[in-house]
């Protein structure tokens, strides 16, 4: 026995040494040569591009600081601006670009996908190819073959870097293409797509065949080919012909609209099968599309400003479905939505639009989210309104993290979403100021925006997916920064009056509905605070009003349980309470956030002044976020009137029903509690 089973182990060791070498070496291989990705060294910064004598930058485009200090308060030394006589506004001819709007288009890398840079240099080629692995783990790996030459005449392979087979494939698909800045290369003019058995007129025409089918990889699906056309050089081509050329590919999901200054390429890549695959199409630019941006924020000459808050939309990749309504019928109800909000718009004409929080559904269902940003704020944009945004707890539970998210909402036509310090918590959190319609562009109104976060705990079940026990909060180095933000704001005389009365004649006379002022003030303007996650306080008892002894909570409530954090730092007692507009002895301790306004709990609507604090929650305005039968979508408007000094709420619901019209600071507002 003992021989037999000696002989059986020489034997399995002569099978199993050289096996495991085998294998070893395998894994050796397959690390250097596919996984391995060497770490660039400092000469990267110096490395010279190909096709131009320019450094290769290293420059993040889309998130760099402004070029010039922001001032908040009032601007030192203002001085009138040249010409701005009746006829010509100072927000006509200030500038309200990002930096980066003043950036060389000549220094944009050629070889980095970055469908949100204004590219105006053409494309020379496309590909299509398949790989068996996700370029996340294998890089470059599948990029279509090349040399030294090519790459040197027609730029190098770029991948778009969107898996046209994210649904469903056998393996992941991407579009490459090359761009070039050479003025001897044919440039593509224009793209088809086309069935195996038809190929595109006129025939004369030199296109070029893809070889792959862009729907290489999907089971039972009839091949579709990518054609391009070649057109003239730079050299040969006139300035319109310029402003057509090809300059950016991308890809959306779903069948909305595209994004901004794209269009879509007919048929469909993968056409939508409700319920089960949303649309795929290839999108493409031409040109530079110029993103519009807001002027900035300011008063109407009678001293007005209206800000409307819509409390998440809760949009998806798909169209959308209805929850909790009496509509009959509602199908896809991100477009309803949108449609609401736009006669909404139309109605109340706002001067700023706040989406303040869960733009995104999350849950598994807004897996794109470039292509739910691409129509969210459509209602806003068509009607050229400046708009902000803050993220809620569901914007970051699929896909690109809020850092992305905010360098899209950026990159949108008049946003004025920033991104805000690196060194706290959260993303977005920023301060806008509404200045004065007169020539001296005085603050009169503060809106800080914050990020409460999306959750603090959670767990994994045994399939990997994180169920959420806790929401987050805003936190300490939040309130450090609000508080210091709120120490740069300069005081003003208050009530405001407009500069340079008597030069405008009758244009800044009070209307007669307005109460002239006995007493006068140094102080803060008032503010606005927009966080998406309510605070404790908000479920906390309400103040009396002390002329008539009645509670001060206005509106709808207890339909739902608390949505407030569990925890908190305080940002009520050491933020908003320790914030005053006045650091004067006799101010009487008056806050100079008058209202925080938050979302989360859409069948909360009420404002409830607590510590003379407003607490006011928006109601859920849309028909794809939750609801409650018989409980109308609405939206929350804060009409700010006499030069800031007034703050009158109300909601306008999917009726047009106006409800809870509320002054909540100001002339005919609840007085504040005396404090010593």
Request: glycine share 8%; proline share 7%.
């Amino acid at each position: 026995m003992a021989p037999f089973l000696s002989r059986v182990g020489r034997s399995m060791r002569g099978i199993l040494l050289p096996t495991a070498a085998v294998i070893g070496f395998s894994c050796l291989l397959t690390y250097f040569f596919v996984l391995y990705q060497p770490t660039v060294g400092p000469g990267i910064a110096q490395r010279l591009g190909w096709q131009a004598w320019d450094a290769v930058a290293t420059v993040d485009y889309f998130d760099k600081e402004p070029s010039t200090p922001v001032v908040t308060g009032d601007p030192e030394g203002a001085q009138p601006i040249p010409g701005n006589d009746d006829e010509t506004d100072w927000w006509e001819i200030t500038s309200n670009q990002p930096s980066d709007a003043t950036d060389d288009i000549e220094s944009y890398p050629l070889d980095v996908w970055a469908p949100l840079l204004p590219h105006d240099t053409g494309l020379s080629e496309i590909a299509i190819t398949r790989c068996m692995m996700p370029p996340s783990l294998v890089g470059d790996l599948c990029t279509p073959t090349t040399t030294v030459e090519q790459d040197a005449i027609k730029g190098n392979w770029v991948r778009v870097d969107r898996d046209l087979n994210k649904q469903a494939g056998l393996w992941t698909l991407n579009i490459y293409y090359r761009r070039t800045r050479r003025l001897d290369i044919p440039l593509i003019t224009d793209l088809r797509l086309l069935p195996a058995n038809e190929i595109p007129e006129p025939l004369t025409d030199p296109w070029v065949k893809v070889e792959h089918s862009i729907r290489d990889g999907i089971m039972r699906a009839e091949p579709l080919y990518l054609w391009y056309l070649p057109g003239k050089t730079m050299n040969e081509m006139n300035t319109e012909e310029k402003a057509n050329l090809i300059t950016e590919v991308d890809v959306l999901f779903g069948e909305d609209r595209p994004w901004y200054g794209f269009e879509k390429l007919e048929p469909p890549v993968t056409p939508e099968k409700e319920g089960r695959l949303e649309s795929v199409y290839v999108t493409y630019r031409r040109g530079v599309q110029a993103v519009p941006r807001a002027h900035p924020l300011h008063f109407s000459r009678d001293g007005k400003f209206k800000v409307l808050q819509v409390a998440d939309l809760h949009f998806s990749v798909s169209r959308g479905v209805c929850r909790e309504t009496d509509l009959d019928p509602c199908v896809n109800s991100d477009n309803l939505t949108n449609t609401l909000l736009g006669h909404v718009l139309d109605e109340e004409k706002p001067d700023l639009i706040v989406f303040s929080g869960d733009q995104l559904n999350g849950q598994g269902t807004s897996w794109d989210p470039k292509s739910v940003l691409a129509k969210f704020a459509v209602a806003a944009t068509d009607r050229k309104i400046p708009w902000a945004a803050i993220f809620g707890n569901h914007d970051e539970e699929n896909g690109d993290v809020k850092q992305e998210q905010l360098r899209m909402m950026k990159a949108l036509p008049y946003s004025m979403v920033q991104r805000g310090p690196k060194d706290i918590h959260g993303v977005g959190n920023y301060v806008l100021n509404v200045k004065s319609a007169d020539a001296s562009m005085t603050s009169i109104l503060t809106l800080y925006f914050l990020d409460s976060g999306s959750y603090s705990s959670g767990y994994l079940d045994w399939l990997g997916y994180f169920f959420p026990t806790e929401y987050d909060w805003i936190h300490e180095d939040q309130i450090n920064w609000f508080l210091q933000e709120s120490s740069k704001i300069q005081p003003i005389e208050r009530p405001f009056t407009p500069d340079t009365s008597k030069d405008f004649g009758s244009i800044w006379t009070r209307q007669a509905d307005q109460i002239t002022p006995t007493t006068r003030k140094l102080a803060k303007p008032n503010a606005i605070m927009f966080f998406h996650i309510p605070l404790q306080e908000s479920y906390g008892t309400a103040d009396r009003d002390v002329r008539t002894g009645q509670l001060l909570d206005i509106g709808v409530h207890d339909l739902e349980e608390s949505g407030a954090a569990k925890k908190s730092d305080g940002m009520f007692d050491k933020g908003l309470k320790t914030a005053l507009e006045s650091g004067h002895v006799t101010s009487g301790g008056i806050p100079e956030v008058k209202v925080v306004a938050n979302g989360h709990c859409h069948v909360t609507e009420d404002c409830k002044r607590v510590n003379d604090i407003w607490l006011c929650f928006g109601g859920g305005g849309s028909y794809s976020g939750y609801g409650r039968v018989g409980f109308d979508r609405r939206f929350r408007i804060y009409e700010v009137s006499d030069y800031g000094e007034t703050i009158r709420t109300y909601k306008r619901t999917e009726k047009d029903d106006v409800l809870n019209s509320y002054i909540l600071a100001g002339p005919g507002a609840p007085l504040f509690n005396p404090r010593s």
